[in-house]
């Protein structure tokens, strides 16, 4: 398979939901972790303090939800590098997945896709 080139391509649509489950299963970071990292990083961004105050989010501060996309973005990525520093790191360049997994790229992951499958 080549970069870019989607991992159904070459299967039945019947076995869509199979291959799926497959590549669930084959993925590095289980469904549960990656639910429970989202979690964790979501609570922290509500615990922490901006300012010398400090000033809250959700208690004085109430930013757009692109500003909230962002912190998640970027505290997820940073999170996983943190608990797993050989294995995955941010993004580095436009080419790059918002979080690379430096054995094998092809399990990269893209924060929104994430969020999408962790929100339904």
């Known amino acids: 398979m080549t970069e870019g080139e989607s991992p159904y391509k ?13 590549l669930i299963q084959a993925h590095p970071l289980s469904p549960r972790e990656l639910l429970d990292l989202t979690i964790e990083v979501w609570q922290d961004i509500f615990k922490s303090g901006i300012g010398k105050k ?4 959700g208690v004085g501060i109430f930013p757009k939800p692109q500003i909230m996309s962002f912190f998640l973005h970027e505290l997820i990525a940073l999170e996983l590098a943190r608990r797993y520093p050989r294995k995955w790191r941010p ?9 690379v997994y430096v054995p094998d790229e092809r399990y990269s992951i893209e924060i929104k896709g994430l969020l999408a499958v962790l929100c339904g």
């Open 54 to 57: 400090p000033f809250r989010i």
């Open 10 to 22: 070459s299967v039945a649509r019947d076995l869509w939901h199979k291959k799926t489950v497959d």
């Open 91 to 99: 993004e580095k360049s436009a080419r790059d997945k918002d979080v």
